[in-house]
């Protein structure tokens, strides 16, 4: 299994807190993306990362912003967490373009 | 942009083949196919890219129309381990370097003993 870890796995929080969600991998691949999987909607891309400090925006990215000091870390931000972002986000890495991406195991956030 | 997958749901006896398709109204470069069973994370089963090829994966097949902008997910004799939700993830002309997918909302499949 692609060596890829989310954190944290659960969360709850308020609205208007930030919340940085994490997301680690032990391949040095060099695309990492963000989804949100939301009922009836499936996987929805919010950020996605394509080097160290390439990042570029997703079909869902106003409300997040995302940051690639490093290969391995690829973290997303909620500056002010709203109701409408509680989703399970998961995290995917592929070595190059259009080869498979490999997901992590999400991260339940529930924003109260 | 989301690509559209038919059917939304489906039901099955162990050994039953299915199909499940997946439509752009975008020209596409590839297709991506993934599997998630409940709780877990969605797990790669194919690409397909532009040219028609098909692909198989065990006793799952894929084939990829670019002239019509879709793609099938063929199941055949299917097994209980083979229950599920189906993702289509499809890259755009204009995208393919990129790696970005726009995931379809998913078809659901239940194999009965």
């Known amino acids: 299994d692609a060596g890829i870890t989310q954190s944290p796995r659960h969360k709850v929080t308020e609205t208007g807190t930030p919340v940085t969600l994490r997301c680690h991998q032990t391949e040095n691949h060099r695309y990492m993306y963000w989804y949100r999987q939301d009922p009836g909607h499936g996987l929805r891309l919010i950020h996605y990362?394509?080097?160290?400090?390439?990042?570029d925006k997703g079909e869902v990215s106003d409300g997040y912003s995302v940051s690639r000091s490093k290969t391995e870390d690829f973290l997303l931000t909620l500056e002010s967490a709203t109701s409408s972002q509680t989703s399970v986000y998961f995290c995917?890495?592929?070595?190059?373009?259009?080869?498979?991406?490999?997901f992590g195991d999400g991260t339940r956030l529930s924003i109260l | 942009q989301q690509p559209v997958q038919s059917p939304q749901a489906v039901i099955l006896r162990e050994g039953e083949d299915a199909v499940i398709n997946c439509s752009s109204s975008?020209?596409?470069?590839?297709v991506h196919w993934y599997r998630q069973k409940h709780g877990e994370a969605p797990v790669f089963l194919m690409i397909l890219l532009k040219g028609g090829e098909q692909k198989g994966h065990e006793k799952i097949s894929a084939s990829f129309n670019e002239k019509k902008q879709q793609s099938s997910l063929y199941l055949t004799a299917s097994q209980l381990s083979y229950s599920g939700t189906y993702f289509c993830?499809?890259?755009?002309?204009?995208?393919?370097?990129?790696?970005?997918?726009?995931f379809g909302q998913g078809t659901t499949l239940q194999v009965k003993p």
């Open positions: 990362s394509y080097g160290v400090k390439d990042t």
């Open positions: 995917a890495i592929s070595p190059y373009s259009n080869q498979p991406q490999h």
């Open positions: 993830g499809t890259e755009f002309h204009g995208s393919s370097n990129t790696g970005k997918l726009i």
């Open positions: 975008k020209a596409l470069y590839s």
